[in-house]
């Protein structure tokens, strides 16, 4: 309870136009979005480019902000649709081509990283979407749904096609 009050603290102390209460709010918010972010886009560059835009958002609309509804939820889900703008407009991202540590992901993959990157590179925005909201970051198929504003149902379809084309692409990895 402590943690909802100071933070309907700093929201209405942002919307009063206190810099320092909206410096708090980006750095208590920070890591959420830019893990998801970073495992969305693939680049440090492009995780960050989003980040900036979730947290521009975020001042535009924090005068309707509710605390006590989730603001974490609102932020994934901005992180979310952020990404998948960016990633519609340029349509294909390349993982190779910048590196990304395994440092940077919320939680270490097994097997190759490199090979991960480069299936997860395979896979449609909205299955990568899928696949890092459940498998990397443990979200429920449900709650995943809310963020992507899809049924539970399509969430669990996409993450199953994401599944098959990351074992088809680690399998030929692993062969080689």
């Not at 901005?78 to 340029?90: A, D, Q």
């Not at 995943?144 to 969430?155: C, F």
Request: aromatic fraction near 8%; glycine fraction near 6%.
């Amino acid at each position: 309870m402590k943690g909802e009050t100071e933070l309907t603290q700093l929201i209405q102390m942002a919307r009063l136009g206190q810099e320092n209460a909206f410096s708090l709010l980006v750095k208590r918010f920070e890591g959420l979005v830019m893990k998801v972010a970073l495992t969305m886009m693939g680049t440090h560059h492009d995780a960050q480019d989003a980040t900036q835009d979730v947290f521009l958002r975020f001042f535009r609309n924090i005068h309707v902000m509710d605390a006590d509804l989730g603001v974490a939820a609102w932020f994934r889900k901005t992180t979310v649709r952020v990404c998948l703008n960016l990633l519609e407009r340029r349509k294909r991202i390349n993982f190779a081509e910048q590196p990304v540590s395994p440092d940077q992901f919320p939680t270490r993959p097994q097997g190759s990283f490199q090979a991960l990157k480069q299936g997860l590179a395979q896979l449609t925005a909205r299955e990568r979407a899928a696949f890092v909201l459940v498998y990397l970051f443990g979200y429920s198929t449900t709650e995943t749904g809310e963020t992507l504003s899809i049924a539970a149902g399509t969430v669990k379809s996409l993450c199953f096609r994401a599944r098959g084309k990351l074992r088809e692409h680690l399998e030929e990895e692993g062969s080689q």
